[in-house]
Every structure is written in C-alpha cells, then in structure tokens.
Nanobody, 128 residues
C-alpha cells in the first residue's frame, strides 16, 4: 500500500514563498508519476502541477505557471512544490497524488481521476 504524507503548509503573507513536501512510502517511489492538486473552500479540486515517472517532465496549471515549481527526488522519495509570490487565491488545501507509470515514461498526468493514491492534504492560507 502506498502512503503519501504532505507537509509544509501554514499561514503566510501575500508575496511570501512556501515549499510543500510529500513523502512517499510503501513501494518503489521511482515507479510513480506525481502531482499536486488543491481545493479551495466551496470549489472543486484542481490540478496545480505534475511530474513524470522520470522526473524530467513537468507541467503546471496556467493559473500558477511561473510561480509554482514541482520536482521529484527519487533518492529521498519525496515530491516537492515550491510556491512563490503567494496570492490570496492560492489559499486552499493542497494534496499530493501518485499513480503508477511505465518505466521511462515522460507523461505528466493532469486529471485527478488519473491518480490512484492521495495524501490527506495540507492547508495553505495566504493572508493579505
């Protein structure tokens, strides 16, 4: 069974930076493509950023492009999300997700339905 545990959320100010981390355990980490999603109060869960099995391909939502960076550290079995220039609209619960992927795959998955495993989420609140 794969377990994902997010950390790094909290209360920050507009313009601050924040790094979220997701620790993966249970199976060989490098066989998973990973993603970050977020869900604001009263809204649907939305894709934020994703990284491929290899770690070499990434994608991010247009709304966060240029401010959010995702990367995957296979040695440490973690996936991280760096968030810069935080805005009030970034306030949400952020979820880490994983799915099995083909060896050598460079595919980045964008839909929540593509992912098999989810963390419990970490709250990010941006105060103005």
């Amino acid at each position: 069974q794969v377990q994902l545990v997010e950390s790094g959320g909290g209360l920050v100010q507009v313009g601050d930076s924040l790094r979220l981390s997701c620790a993966v355990s249970g199976r060989t980490f490098s066989r998973y493509a990973m993603g970050w999603f977020r869900q604001a109060s009263g809204k649907e869960r939305e894709f934020v950023a994703g990284v491929s099995w290899t770690g070499g391909s990434t994608s991010s939502a247009e709304s966060v492009k240029g401010r959010f960076t995702i990367w995957k550290d296979n040695a440490k079995t973690t996936v991280s999300l760096e968030i810069n220039s935080l805005k009030p609209e970034d306030t949400a619960v952020y979820y880490c997700a994983a799915r099995t992927s083909y060896s050598g795959s460079t595919t980045v998955y964008l839909r929540a339905d593509d992912y098999q495993y989810w963390g419990q989420g970490t709250q990010v609140t941006v105060s103005s």
